[in-house]
Each structure stands twice: as structure tokens, then as C-alpha cells.
């Protein structure tokens, strides 16, 4: 269950500031295979901070994610650490986004360049991103970009084409690759996903 409020948060750093204010936390349930997914989304300072732990499955082996994504007040993408252990060990994922240039553990990634928005395979998270930055109105369609794609467990960053067309107040409909994926997103009152067509779904409180 999603948990509203303005409270002091750690900051990116582990330190607490004043200017920290967590607006959302909240579990997804994964839907096609075994997994749970603890988000939270905050704002320190004058960026959006998007951080979650997701424990899953991946080739029937168990697997714990990390990331952190930092935006600007547009919530264009501006740098993210992403994490995988899983039986082989641990590894990570450091990115950066400069002027519309991407750097990947510090080496430039072409591929992505001109990209604003990082889209993680295994998350909802991300898809807030475009919907707050676009900013649709009902009807409208974002036409299609391209996004700068995590690959998960393989934590490769490579480009998605994409499109989001809003159909009601809290109702987006997204496609990649041309059409070739489509899938209804239901969010709330801040953009967070509540349902992600036969992927993802928010935990609801039982009581």
C-alpha cells in the first residue's frame, strides 16, 4: 500500500537533510513470475529520486536488484546505480546522462545518446518518468522516442523505442518496438503505477 506524506528521508548520501521529503512507498507484486518490488520516490533538494529492491527469479535463481535514479525537476534522467546479486556474485551498473550523452560505467554508449529517459526492464518505476515529463493530455499521444533501456539480469544499457497515448485521467496506454508490445498502465495521483497489464501490480493494504 502506498504510503503518502512529507517526512524527512535519507538523502542519496545516507545523510539526513531538511530538504528531503518522501512522497510515496509502496510494494508491486510481479505477476508472470515469482517477485516483489519496495519502491520509494522523493524529493531532495532540486531533484526526484526514484530508489527500489526487487527480489525475484531469474532463471530459477534467486535474485536481489537495486537502483537509484536521480532526475531533474523536469524528471529528465540525470545519473542512476543499479545493482544484481544473484549465486554468481555481485555486480553494477553506473550511469550517467550529460547534455544527451550517455555514459555507461564511465565509457560513452552511442547507441543511447539523445535519449532522456532511463527505462528499467524490471520496474514499473521508470514509466513515471516520461508520463511526468510529457505531461499529456487526454487523447494526446507522445509520438515515439527513444529510451535508454536497462536489460535485466544483464544490466546492459541499450536503446527502446517507445510511445505513451494517455486515455483518461490516470490511464495511459504504452508501446515499444513499433507496436510490437502494448500495455495498459493504470497510475495514481502521482504517476506511480498501479497496475501494469499482466506485469506488475500494486500491494493493497488488507484491511
Known amino acids: 500500500m502506498a504510503e503518502q506524506g512529507r517526512k524527512t528521508v535519507p538523502s542519496s548520501r545516507g545523510l539526513m537533510t531538511s530538504n528531503s521529503q518522501l512522497v510515496c512507498t509502496g510494494l508491486w507484486r510481479w505477476l508472470q513470475n515469482p517477485g516483489l518490488e519496495r519502491f520509494d520516490f522523493s524529493c531532495i533538494g532540486d531533484e526526484w529520486l526514484f530508489r527500489g529492491t ?14 537509484e535514479i536521480a532526475c531533474d525537476r523536469s524528471f529528465r534522467t540525470k545519473r542512476a546505480s543499479i545493482s544484481i546479486l544473484d549465486s554468481s ?5 553506473k550511469i550517467e546522462a550529460r547534455n544527451g ?6 565509457r560513452e554508449n552511442p547507441a ?8 528499467l526492464g524490471w520496474s ?4 513515471t518518468l516520461p508520463i511526468k515529463r510529457l505531461k499529456l493530455e487526454i487523447g494526446q499521444s507522445s509520438g515515439e ?6 536489460r535485466f539480469p544483464e544490466l546492459t544499457l541499450q536503446p527502446l523505442p517507445q510511445e505513451y497515448l494517455r486515455l483518461a485521467d490516470h490511464q495511459y496506454r504504452y508501446s515499444s518496438r513499433s507496436g510490437a508490445f502494448i500495455a495498459n498502465l493504470l497510475v495514481d495521483d502521482n504517476d506511480l503505477v498501479l497496475d501494469y497489464e499482466a ?4 500491494v493493497k493494504s488488507n484491511k
Open 54 to 67: 526487487i527480489l525475484t527469479l531469474a532463471g530459477n535463481v534467486a535474485t536481489e536488484a537495486k537502483y
Open 89 to 93: 556474485g555481485e555486480r553494477s551498473l
Open 101 to 106: 550523452r550517455w555514459l555507461e560505467n564511465g
Open 112 to 119: 543511447v545518446n539523445g535519449a532522456i529517459d532511463i527505462d
Open 124 to 127: 514499473p518505476s521508470t514509466n
Open 145 to 150: 522516442f527513444v529510451a535508454a533501456w536497462v
Open 199 to 202: 506485469f506488475w501490480s500494486r
